[in-house]
């Protein structure tokens, strides 16, 4: 089992910068890949950013690469999500993600079995 609490949302302008964070519990999670994905009001839910569980591959959506970069930490069981040159468009909730078999297709959500409550990201013109 394995708990996942986002952190870091907020406010802020176009051209700016947030840095979430996903902090996990269980003993299992180093096994699993992660991901974040992201929902706009009225819009269904969209692939983000993803590593694998041994962290050898990443996963960008083409809307968000060259501006946010995932990472992990395995020893503190932490994913965090850096977002730069944000656009008014990235503004969503946004959500971290844990599953074994999206080692097998990373940007279907469909495949992970954790998810956390979601942080809110407000992005203004």
């Known amino acids: 089992q394995v708990q996942l609490v986002e952190s870091g949302g907020g406010l802020v302008q176009a051209g700016g910068s947030l840095r979430l964070s996903c902090a996990a519990s269980?003993?299992?999670?180093?096994?699993?890949?992660v991901a974040w994905f992201r929902q706009a009001p009225g819009k269904e839910r969209e692939f983000v950013a993803a590593k694998s569980w041994n962290d050898n591959s990443t996963y960008y959506s083409d809307s968000v690469k060259g501006r946010f970069s995932i990472s992990r930490d395995n020893a503190k069981k932490t994913v965090p999500l850096q977002m730069d040159s944000l656009k008014p468009e990235d503004a969503a909730v946004y959500y971290c993600?844990?599953?074994?078999?999206?080692?097998?297709?990373?940007?279907?959500?469909?495949?992970?079995?954790?998810w956390g409550q979601g942080t809110q990201v407000t992005v203004s013109s």
């Open positions: 269980g003993h299992t999670f180093s096994f699993y890949a």
């Open positions: 993600a844990a599953g074994s078999r999206a080692t097998w297709g990373p940007r279907d959500a469909s495949l992970y079995d954790y």
